[in-house]
């Protein structure tokens, strides 16, 4: 049966009877003319949904997820500021719609009908999904339906204390503000959520401020599996460091008396809370989700007969702000108008191209205050002895670390952060001396958690910071690879650039380190990178470049907005010599601080145009051995160092390849899902002929076999001499 069409005729029926369900009589300090403007977000988030299912019925409008049951929300933004980053539960539409309120704007209805038609024209993600969101509001889109937005939530709860010590230029977050996150309570289950709350928690109980506010909307069940009865309470009332908080969402002078309570505690206090509202689900979960076939008919109509609006409906009455008859008008005209702005919208127009639908997803630039040059003295007591070594050659870890003190001198909105990284200097030294040298406020060492790490990054780039957030083995990224695709990535496409979360992360990865960790220290497959859209990957072979690239990254992070990967292979890091022991061939010496390698310029060692070996990386370095061995037996060859391994260089590779007889592929990533697929299609695609040495499909073994599935010097000597023979 229709369950929109019962629920609707129950509420006029009802709402004409002044029938309506038990509860407590209105209390706390909502005042009765703005609980009948909340009862008027609330109705117009009941009629959008109604709307939505004719929409979809009719073609004209696509997937969503409703907000019926949950709108006692509109309390919930009432008592929290407009300026208040909020991360919304995707059934938050009355949340929306009471903070547009809030700050007099109108068209809410028309914004979020486009949505649901997915025109062109929607304010927030130009047709590209149905989502909540709008950078005047203050409410970044959330597409996610696991929790994946609470890391990012603590994040930006973190920047707000963090930029009153060191403020960034583009800071949006007010000083005395927090972060409001909202999520279900089946989603509190997921893994994301727990090691959020985790970290919330165990950051509190440092003394670190941390003003945000987590709401869970507890209707009881998750699409089709029920939460055990007080399974929420029960796990959150007693979390160390977070206070809590109970409301009964059905009751809007109860939700907004507590929630008001629970804002001042974490306004005031600087320290997290979890709000834990009651709340029914109507009409299924989504789409044509039908409850009734999983849920006994009698629960459901239970649910039904809790309906929100009955219950605000006799509140409003028995606090004397309202009669039956105004509040039956109220929900009849919005219905009408709703849907003849839906008849509106529905002709308006939609994406059409590829280009149309991508046009997002590289964000736009911003202005930036000009950089000054480095101040000389300042630079000379932040480096103390370490300058005078900067002539000399060096490996690629020192310059490394080089170039974030220079970037942190260079940038006071620059932060570093991640497990290991301040005290200990990370697990190869590579972030030795930062911590002392700029202090733990901007050198964070996080617990261990990736999830937590990358969410603290994508957070406080919300509020203008940058943020360098290390992942201290590639393997180790797979714990948090969705923060990048799900979160980071999407952020700009769905938001038409409104919204960025700019960083540079950087990972140690790859394999070749002799006898440690197998697979977990040793990860040759960077494939699930390759596959987010938008982001850039970097990948250096000798220290100048490292500097170089790192900066080029950091300024794109910036400047530019861009997610940046930067990809340090560890075997490298230490790397002395090329040819023989003791020659220091592979160290460079330390770039000048304002020297970049531009994004999409690729490397080019040798001039020769019998082969050319198109590699990066570790096979930059074997490339180059095999390239000396070769000389001596007359094959000339040139090597192209990629160096950007998203997006690809297309137009410099294949420049850098002309008049080249034969190319030889070196990735020292697997064969499957490798850099070397896509280097062959374009090759491919240009009418040139290439073969790939790739590494096996296998993981990596720990001992003496640490090297045998990779590609090595002999083998590039080996393959070129076949393709020249």
């Not at 309120?101 to 130009?126: H, K, N």
């Not at 570790?618 to 390239?627: D, I, K, P, T, V």
Request: with cysteine.
């Amino acid at each position: 049966m229709d369950r929109v069409k019962i629920v609707h005729e129950a509420l006029v029926r009802r709402l004409a009877a002044g029938d309506f369900p038990d509860g407590a009589a209105p209390a706390g300090p909502l005042e009765p003319t703005v609980a009948l403007e909340l009862y008027r977000a609330q109705v117009l988030s009941r009629a959008l949904d109604i709307q939505s299912r004719a929409m979809q019925k009719m073609g004209q409008g696509f997937y969503t997820i409703g907000s019926s049951g949950h709108e006692g929300m509109a309390a919930v933004a009432q008592a929290l500021r407009s300026d208040d980053i909020a991360f919304l539960h995707y059934r938050d539409a009355a949340f929306q719609i009471a903070r547009a309120q809030q700050v007099g704007q109108s068209g809410m209805m028309r914004d979020m009908l486009l949505s649901f038609a997915c025109s062109a024209e929607d304010p927030i993600s130009g047709g590209r999904h149905k989502v909540l969101g709008s950078r005047p509001l203050m409410i970044p889109p959330q597409t996610s339906t696991i929790a994946s937005h609470l890391p990012k939530a603590l994040g930006a709860a973190y920047s707000i204390g963090l930029a009153r010590r060191c403020a960034p230029e583009h800071r949006c977050l007010a000083r005395d503000g927090l972060a409001m996150v909202s999520f279900g309570d089946a989603s509190a289950n997921h893994s994301t959520a727990q090691g959020a709350i985790n970290a919330a928690g165990w950051t509190a109980s440092q003394g670190v401020p941390l003003p945000l506010l987590m709401v869970c909307e507890d209707n009881g069940i998750g699409i089709s599996t029920k939460t055990p009865a007080g399974w929420i309470k029960a796990s959150f009332q007693h979390r160390p460091g977070i206070r809590y908080f109970e409301a009964d969402g059905l009751d809007i002078f109860d939700t907004f008396a507590v929630a008001s309570e629970a804002a001042h505690f974490v306004r005031t206090r600087r320290q997290p809370a979890f709000l834990h509202v009651r709340m029914v689900r109507l009409y299924g979960h989504a789409g044509a989700d039908v409850a009734t076939s999983y849920l006994p008919r009698a629960e459901v109509e239970a649910d039904e007969a809790n309906d929100p609006l009955l219950h605000s409906a006799r509140l409003l009455i028995a606090a004397q702000g309202t009669s039956a008859e105004v509040l039956s008008d109220i929900y009849r005209e919005t219905l009408e108008a709703v849907a003849a702005e839906a008849e509106k919208v529905v002709k308006r127009p939609h994406l059409g191209s590829a280009q149309d639908v991508m046009a997002s997803l590289i964000p736009p630039a911003r202005n930036c205050a000009p950089t000054n040059g480095p101040d000389l003295q300042q630079r000379l007591r932040l480096f103390g002895g370490d300058v005078q070594q900067m002539d000399a050659p060096q490996p690629m870890s020192r310059i490394i670390n080089w170039a974030l003190h220079d970037l942190m001198l260079a940038h006071p909105e620059t932060l570093v952060m991640g497990e290991d990284v301040g005290r200990k200097g990370g697990v190869y030294g590579v972030t030795q001396k930062l911590q002392a040298r700029f202090g733990p406020d901007r050198v964070i060492d996080t617990l261990l958690d990736e999830q937590s790490i990358l969410g603290l990054a994508i957070g406080t780039a919300h509020n203008g910071f940058v943020p360098m957030p290390e992942i201290q083995f590639l393997a180790y990224l797979h714990n948090a690879e969705d923060q990048l695709r799900g979160e980071a990535a999407t952020l700009p496409f769905f938001s038409c650039g409104q919204w960025t979360n700019p960083m540079v992360l950087r990972i140690a990865g790859l394999g070749y380190q002799k006898g440690f960790g197998g697979h977990f220290h040793n990860d040759n497959s960077l494939a699930v990178l390759r596959d987010v859209p938008g982001i850039v990957i970097a990948c250096p072979s000798t220290g100048a470049e490292a500097a170089q690239m790192l900066r080029e990254c950091h300024r794109l992070a910036r400047e530019e907005q861009r997610v940046c990967v930067f990809v340090e292979p560890i075997a490298l890091y230490p790397m002395r010599d090329l040819h023989d022991a003791g020659d220091g061939a592979w160290m460079t010496r330390y770039p000048d601080p304002d020297a970049r390698i531009a994004l999409g310029q690729v490397g080019i060692h040798g001039d020769g145009t019998d082969v050319a070996i198109v590699t990066y990386g570790n096979g930059h370095y074997l490339s180059r051995q095999a390239q000396h061995l070769l000389a001596e037996k007359g094959i000339s060859t040139r090597v192209v160092d990629l160096r950007w391994l998203a997006p690809l260089p297309e137009a410099a590779l294949l420049k850098a390849v002309e008049n080249c007889g034969k190319l030889l592929i070196v990735d020292e990533c697997r064969r499957t899902g490798g850099q070397a697929e896509a280097l062959m299609a374009l090759f491919a695609e240009t009418e040139m002929e290439s073969v790939r040495l790739t590494a096996e499909d296998s993981f990596i073994a720990t001992g003496p076999a640490y090297a045998a599935t990779l590609p090595s010097r002999d083998h590039i000597v080996a393959a070129v001499k076949n393709l020249v023979a």
